[in-house]
């Protein structure tokens, strides 16, 4: 599970951020290696990552997002007992120990907003050691290095992601990969 989500981000460090479902199909299509799944509901996931890993893609569900899902245990327990999905996404740092008991590769989600959440945000990572985090907003190199300074957990940025240049800063400073729902940038 792990060395796999490695593997392919090391074939192409950008990752298909699909918050449309309509958009499913353009990600299936581009050369990413990975989806981050940004949306959904309980009709259709169980379809949607079907879809993608019928097409040789690895999945990942922002738990936070999918609807109809009460945000606890129990849909852990169904992301990993119901579904082939390779891991989650979440937000929430106390979903990612249990998560990992599971089975699922875990992403750690963090907003980047002022310099207490960047302190909160690396306590949080200490603790947790979810098996990737995710920086949010992706521009600002020098707080990825930072954090995966003080971590040592591999580092994905995302949002903002404008350019080829936003794309090489990042990696750059360290992040191993890039998610961005801007399928122009699917294609670097």
Not at 17 to 40: H, M, Q, R, Y
Not at 129 to 134: F, I, K, S
Not at 163 to 178: F, M, R
Request: aromatic share 6%.
């Amino acid at each position: 599970m792990e060395k796999e989500f490695f593997d392919r981000i090391q074939l192409n460090p950008i990752v298909a951020a699909v918050s449309n479902v309509k958009k499913l199909d353009e990600a299936i299509e581009s050369p990413c290696e990975i989806i981050f799944l940004l949306t959904g509901d309980i009709f259709n996931l169980e379809d949607i990552i079907k879809k993608v890993k019928e097409n040789g893609k690895n999945i990942y569900v922002h738990i936070d997002l999918v609807d109809g899902f009460s945000k606890n245990l129990t849909t852990l327990k169904y992301i990993s007992k119901k579904t082939d999905a390779d891991g989650i996404i979440t937000t929430k740092s106390s979903f990612i120990r249990p998560a990992k008991e599971m089975g699922l590769f875990t992403i750690q989600r963090l907003f980047m907003l002022d310099s207490l959440s960047l302190d909160s945000g690396i306590e949080s990572i200490k603790v947790t050691r979810p098996n990737a985090v995710e920086i949010m907003p992706g521009i600002m190199p020098k707080i990825t290095e930072k954090i995966y300074n003080e971590t040592s957990i591999p580092i994905i940025t995302g949002g903002l992601i404008m350019d080829k240049d936003d794309v090489i800063q990042n990696l750059k400073s360290g992040a191993v990969g890039i998610s961005t729902t801007k399928k122009e940038i699917w294609y670097l």
